[in-house]
C-alpha cells in the first residue's frame, strides 16, 4: 500500500492496488481515473542506451526514464482524483508500451471517498508501520557444526 503526501480536505491520500483500504470503507466511487505521458530519450541518451545494449544487462538510461513516467503518471492521476474530490485512488495499476521509438506509461485506478471504520486501526504509510514496530532481532547464528 502506498500513502501519497498530497491532501484532500486535510487528509492524506491512499493509492492502493488492492480493492480496499485496512480499517476503511468506501463510502462514494467517482469513477475511473488515469495518467498518461509518452516519453522519448534524447539524442545523447539514445545513443549512449544504444552501445550499452550491445554488451546486454541493464540500460540505466532507458531505466531512468521509466521511472520519471512513472511518476508523472501517478501524479497526473492523483490530479483527477483530486478534481473529482477523492481522497483514495483503489484498484491502480500501471500499463507500458511503445509507439516506435517512444516509451508509454499510463496509471489507472478507481477514484473513491474513504472514511475509518469505527474500532478499526486504520491503515498507516510504510514509513510510519515501521516506525511503530519494534525492532527485529539478529538472525540467529547457524548451528555449530557436529563434533566429531
Known amino acids: 500500500m502506498r500513502r ?28 475511473e481515473v488515469m495518467g498518461l505521458t509518452v ?30 513516467s512513472r511518476y508523472e503518471v501517478m501524479n497526473r492521476m492523483w490530479g483527477e482524483a483530486v478534481q473529482r474530490g477523492a481522497n483514495a485512488v483503489i484498484a491502480m495499476r500501471f500499463d507500458s508500451g511503445s509507439l516506435g521509438s517512444f516509451s508509454e506509461m499510463c496509471a ?4 473513491v471517498v474513504i472514511e475509518p471504520v469505527a474500532g478499526a486501526a486504520p491503515a498507516q504509510p510504510a514509513a510510519a508501520a515501521q516506525a511503530a514496530a519494534p525492532a527485529q532481532p539478529a538472525a540467529p547464528a547457524p548451528p555449530a557444526p557436529p563434533a566429531g
Open 39 to 68: 516519453r522519448s530519450t534524447n539524442f545523447g541518451q539514445g545513443f549512449t542506451a544504444g552501445f550499452r545494449a550491445l554488451g546486454g544487462g541493464e540500460i540505466p538510461e532507458f531505466t531512468q526514464l521509466m521511472y520519471e
Open 4 to 31: 501519497i503526501h498530497a491532501t484532500c480536505h486535510d487528509e492524506r491520500m491512499f493509492m492502493v492496488t488492492t480493492n480496499d483500504v485496512p480499517g476503511y470503507r468506501v463510502t462514494q466511487v467517482l469513477g
Open 108 to 111: 489507472y485506478g478507481t477514484a
